[in-house]
């Protein structure tokens, strides 16, 4: 698959929608689809990208791929940005989040503005902290650092916001995942 990382646009290009059948496409060639999408949300940090990168089957796509694969995505480092600018770019992974999930695409990613997810993970905050520490020693691809705990904090109460609207929250991803497979046994 190719790395869609490296086609990501200039901030400043105007962007028009398109049809996205090659690309959605090419991501079935390597991510099951299923009868119904689902999107679990959570913070920077939380392991989402592991958890992706080292599923047996693949069920579950890294929100980061999708958008970045749709373009929705900048070139910069956007989640340092001001809070509009970030919302800017958080409205059009929201397009792709509910696009994607028409399409049956489970995703699992940091980014939504309007988009309700089908459930939040947000872990205790010391196995958090550790989490961004880790990955901050090891492999840094961007997003929250250790160094700056109340961001961290608000940046947690953040992704809680959905839980008003109903959305369940868990401590981890396995249990999120694990509710929301056997919701479509019901």
Do not use: C
């Amino acid at each position: 698959m190719q790395n869609y990382y490296e086609n990501l646009y200039e901030d400043k290009i105007p962007l028009v929608f398109t049809d996205g059948t090659e690309i959605y496409n090419e991501l079935k060639k390597n991510y099951i689809t299923h009868k119904k999408g689902y999107f679990i949300y959570g913070p920077s940090g939380i392991g989402k990208t592991y958890f992706v990168n080292n599923q047996k089957i693949k069920n579950w796509i890294d929100g980061d791929l999708l958008w970045s694969a749709t373009k929705a995505f900048p070139k910069e480092d956007w989640w340092n940005w001001s809070g509009e600018r970030i919302d800017e770019v958080e409205k059009r992974a929201d397009i792709i989040t509910e696009q994607a999930k028409k399409l049956g695409f489970w995703i699992i990613g940091a980014s939504s503005v309007h988009t309700v997810p089908d459930a939040i993970v947000i872990p205790d905050f010391e196995t958090h902290l550790k989490y961004i520490k880790h990955r901050e020693e090891n492999n840094y691809d961007g997003g929250m650092k250790s160094d700056n705990l109340e961001k961290i904090k608000r940046n947690r109460e953040y992704y809680s916001r959905f839980q008003k609207e109903g959305v369940p929250v868990f401590t981890s991803i396995e249990e999120a995942v694990s509710y929301l497979e056997h919701q479509l046994d019901k």
